[in-house]
């Protein structure tokens, strides 16, 4: 069978030394290869050209159909190399399809594409050609930009015995696809073939991923109305409606997507959780909240569960845009679907509430909060606590500012000159002088903005209250030192 590689004059004995290939992944990359796999690759790494072979044999290492495909995987970056230990090996083992196909695929990512054909010869002279071996050929030349030459390689497919099927149509288009702005040529190839070679569904998800890579709207619609046409609607082509939604979300073609998405729905052929994910994250960045609750909608009546990270991000978007409304609605569904609110959760929408001075809200959220293990953040008492405060709910903000003193909610400051002022401003000068006492105990710095707020409020209230202030700006002058 390795006859062909051996015989004087073969490409395969000829490639040059001085060829410069692409970085590989090497035995190095690899914790997981075998100890004899291991010296066979540091031969391969290390030898001289002349001397691969001796070096190989001195190793006593005896060739297997598995160490050989092992060896392979990882001697991309010695092409040379490689293929006088493919011939070493051939000796004593006989070559598998699959070394074979690493062989084809080895050469031509090296771009050693008369040694590739040469292989492929050899391959169906001992009757191992398939189309793993082509779909290695056209990913060789597209990765090296010669598109005509894929296609000239499909064309001759059935010379050697491989069949021209859609399976090799999509593998020559996926090649081309997956190179930048070759989706003209793709769609060329496409436009030639299909009437000899029907299209199914895998064909136009691989065009209409192509479209979303490059941005084109325009032609990812003319693509899958020709899909719908020719394919009809299936729950199995969902990488194809999944490309295609994608593709006008990043168009900013947010009404178009959820009219495709009711259409797809009523034909039971929704998108799978990557595209709501990543609509999600465009709009969240967009802050679009107009049309990203009827897609949540249409995701979570489709049967798809969101997780904690996306109804965080959901719910976080509704707060920013003050939606209490609908955040709440999605905050109850939660546990429902299987997803637990956190600590982010709950102080997202205790914000937003006190944002908008909900006052009796802010009040039977936090019992919640508390109930839940879930308190929150500091920032947010003190928001809270200048909130109720200004809203006349004195109680509400005490209770609050007695659950961080008791429970450490650090820090305290920010929160505890808050209270003293908004209780200043409701004239409760008895209690301002029993929290400032006690904040001073506890080391707390009260900031002389608010001292002088409080001697403001304590001096027009007479006497007393003046000698009461007096004595507290003595500790607090005194605390300062």
């Not at 001195?58 to 392979?72: A, M, P, R």
């Not at 082509?134 to 090296?144: E, L, M």
């Not at 190179?179 to 136009?204: H, L, S, W, Y």
């Not at 009260?446 to 409080?454: D, V």
Request: with cysteine.
């Amino acid at each position: 069978m390795a006859e062909t590689l051996i015989k004087p004059g073969n490409p395969l004995r000829q490639i040059p030394n001085n060829l410069k290939p692409q970085r590989f992944p090497t035995h190095l990359d690899a914790p997981e290869i075998s100890p004899e796999a291991r010296i066979l690759c540091d031969v391969l790494t290390r030898a001289s050209p002349l001397g691969i072979e001796s070096a190989l044999a001195s190793t006593g290492i005896q060739s297997t159909s598995e160490l050989v495909q092992e060896v392979l995987k990882f001697s991309y970056n010695q092409p040379s190399s490689a293929v006088k230990f493919f011939r070493w090996a051939g000796q004593s083992v006989k070559q598998s399809a699959y070394a074979w196909n690493l062989m084809v695929d080895l050469l031509g990512k090296n771009q050693l594409f008369e040694s590739m054909w040469d292989a492929i010869r050899t391959m169906k002279q001992d009757g191992i050609l398939s189309m793993a071996a082509f779909v290695s050929v056209f990913g060789s030349y597209c990765v090296a930009y010669r598109f005509d030459e894929a296609v000239m390689s499909f064309s001759v497919m059935d010379k050697y015995g491989v069949q021209q099927d859609v399976v090799a149509v999509n593998s020559l288009l996926s090649a081309i696809c997956r190179e930048d702005n070759q989706m003209m040529f793709a769609v060329d190839f496409f436009d030639k073939i299909k009437m000899k070679i029907p299209p199914d569904g895998d064909t136009f998800a691989i065009l209409l991923e192509g479209w979303e890579k490059e941005g084109n709207v325009a032609k990812a619609k003319t693509t899958f109305g020709e899909m719908v046409v020719k394919v009809g609607w299936s729950p199995a082509n969902m990488s194809a409606y999944d490309a295609f939604l994608s593709t006008l979300v990043r168009g900013n073609q947010a009404d178009e997507t959820l009219k495709f998405l009711k259409v797809m729905k009523g034909h039971n052929c929704l998108p799978g959780l990557k595209f709501f994910s990543t609509a999600l994250d465009i709009l969240l960045k967009r802050n679009d909240s107009t049309h990203i609750i009827p897609l949540w909608d249409i995701m979570v009546s489709g049967g798809l569960l969101p997780n904690l990270i996306m109804y965080n991000a959901m719910i976080g978007l509704l707060c920013d845009n003050n939606d209490l409304c609908n955040a709440f609605r999605i905050f109850d569904e939660m546990v429902f679907h299987g997803a637990f609110p956190d600590s982010l959760t709950y102080n997202m929408i205790f914000q937003c509430l006190v944002r908008n001075k909900r006052v009796n809200e802010v009040g039977r959220f936090f019992v919640e909060m508390i109930k839940n293990e879930y308190p929150p953040t500091h920032s947010n008492c003190a928001a809270a606590i200048a909130m109720l405060l200004d809203n006349d709910d004195p109680e509400m903000a005490i209770e609050i500012w007695n659950y961080m003193v008791e429970n450490h909610v650090f820090p305290l400051e920010v929160s505890a000159n808050a209270l003293l002022v908004g209780m200043c401003n409701l004239r409760r000068l008895s209690e301002v002088r029993r929290f400032a006492v006690d904040m001073l105990d506890r080391r707390i710095s009260i900031n002389e903005s608010t001292m002088e707020k409080l001697k403001n409020s304590f001096y027009k209230e007479g006497r007393s209250f003046r000698d009461k202030y007096d004595s507290l700006s003595k500790r607090w002058k005194a605390a300062k030192v």
